[in-house]
């Protein structure tokens, strides 16, 4: 079988959708399937192209056997809404001929269009509907809704003219695929026929994300040596309440040992920072964010974990996939969440859930993790089982090759 996703993001970029993409892809070539990929040129998060990319307006790569067709896009920082809309938009012109590209060499038994955004799914039902060719519509967010629920989208008309679209396109897909069964619930309580819509989960490299020795080089050269590391590697977004971590840190300045130490870019990390230099928070350390290959080595040198959300209603739908890596690495996790992540991590033993936003819970919970090395260990050796058992990659893949087989 020949299979197409259609993705804004792709490796080798750093995020929860680079890295789901790229596993399925690995898991269905091992499968003895045919993979391209149609993406845009690595920018994400910061914006800035490779020198390699400037003005290069298409090229095609080759990822562990996987064909990746890169389009030109109009190219901005993961911050603000307009820049990232036209990014965005401009790859919903420019996939097309992407698209077109890939099958020239074998064309594709079935695409898949990864969302956000749903402009590129618009690019994936004009191109497959006149073909004939069968299409999966992945929704990663309930996008416009997120939007909605965070204010930054309040214009009525907008939103109207959003959601019919979105609506739209679900019923042109083929087959539906969510990330969490509360995605399926909440799209088919909007009138989509549930027969229609699957679940494949996020889930995990057991072989690149497993149990190791800490670093104590590696910790030294990054200004952590002998410190108790409370880590947060990932997105600083609007989503993510990262600004809580800094009133966690205040309430814990009495442990002179404890660094909460935050890994990443976004849209809200320059907020971030100068709030806690205004503040004179000194016992969290920022740091850039880091290659793929990094991040286990950040995983295996944290004593603790954390998976924040903000108290949101539609948060509760949302299973953040970083949670799945930290548990598979043996790291016990403060998961201040609720809804089915907070129902996942409980399930797991691997975690101590707290209410999200809950200062005070997540400070109470990294003392007493700081304080029991024993509940520590046994914590992160209940999460990594646990991962192994229901959220194998190879496994997820498989149950997603089964749809694909389906529509086919």
């Not at 935050?262 to 350390?285: F, H, T």
Request: proline residues 5%; hydrophobic residues 45%.
């Amino acid at each position: 079988m020949k299979i197409v996703w259609l993705c804004h993001y792709f490796a080798p970029e750093m995020g929860a959708p680079q890295a789901r993409l790229l596993e399925m892809s690995q898991a269905f070539r091992e499968a003895g399937h045919d993979v391209a990929a149609v993406t845009c040129f690595p920018n994400h998060p910061t914006g800035v192209l490779r020198a390699e990319d400037v003005g290069v307006s298409y090229r095609r790569d080759d990822i562990d056997g996987i064909a990746v067709h890169r389009c030109r896009s109009y190219v901005a920082p993961n911050k603000g809404i307009v820049k990232k809309t036209l990014g965005h938009l401009s790859f919903m012109f420019t996939s097309y001929s992407g698209i077109s590209r890939a099958s020239r060499e074998t064309p594709p038994d079935v695409v898949i269009v990864s969302s956000p955004t749903f402009f590129s799914v618009i690019t994936a039902w004009l191109w497959c509907a006149p073909r004939g060719i069968p299409w999966v519509f992945e929704v990663r967010d309930l996008w416009p809704a997120v939007f909605v629920e965070l204010g930054v989208l309040k214009n009525r008309l907008v939103i109207w003219v959003l959601e019919r679209m979105e609506l739209f396109l679900y019923r042109r897909a083929t087959r539906v695929v969510t990330v969490t069964k509360s995605f399926k619930d909440h799209i088919a309580r909007r009138g989509i026929d549930p027969l229609k819509i699957s679940v494949v989960t996020n889930g995990v490299d057991l072989d690149r994300f497993s149990p190791g020795p800490r670093e104590e080089k590696f910790g030294h050269s990054k200004g952590l040596a002998g410190k108790f590391v409370v880590l947060y590697l990932g997105a600083h977004g609007i989503s993510h309440a990262l600004g809580r971590m800094l009133d966690v840190a205040e309430r814990l300045r009495d442990l002179e040992d404890v660094r909460i130490v935050l890994v990443g870019e976004g849209a809200e990390k320059d907020r971030i920072v100068g709030d806690a230099a205004r503040r004179k928070i000194e016992n969290v350390v920022f740091h850039a964010g880091v290659p793929k290959d990094e991040v286990v080595r950040w995983y295996r040198l944290a004593h603790v974990g954390l998976v924040p959300l903000r108290d949101v209603p539609l948060f509760t739908t949302f299973i953040p996939s970083k949670m799945f890596e930290l548990l598979a690495c043996g790291l016990p996790v403060v998961g201040s969440v609720a809804g089915e992540a907070a129902e996942i991590l409980t399930a797991s033993g691997g975690a101590r859930v707290v209410k999200p936003e809950d200062v005070v819970a997540i400070e109470l919970a990294i003392r007493a993790l700081r304080d029991d090395a024993g509940m520590r260990k046994r914590m992160g050796d209940a999460g990594r089982e646990f991962v192994v058992a229901h959220y194998s990659r190879r496994k997820l893949a498989a149950d997603y090759l089964s749809i694909l087989e389906g529509v086919k």
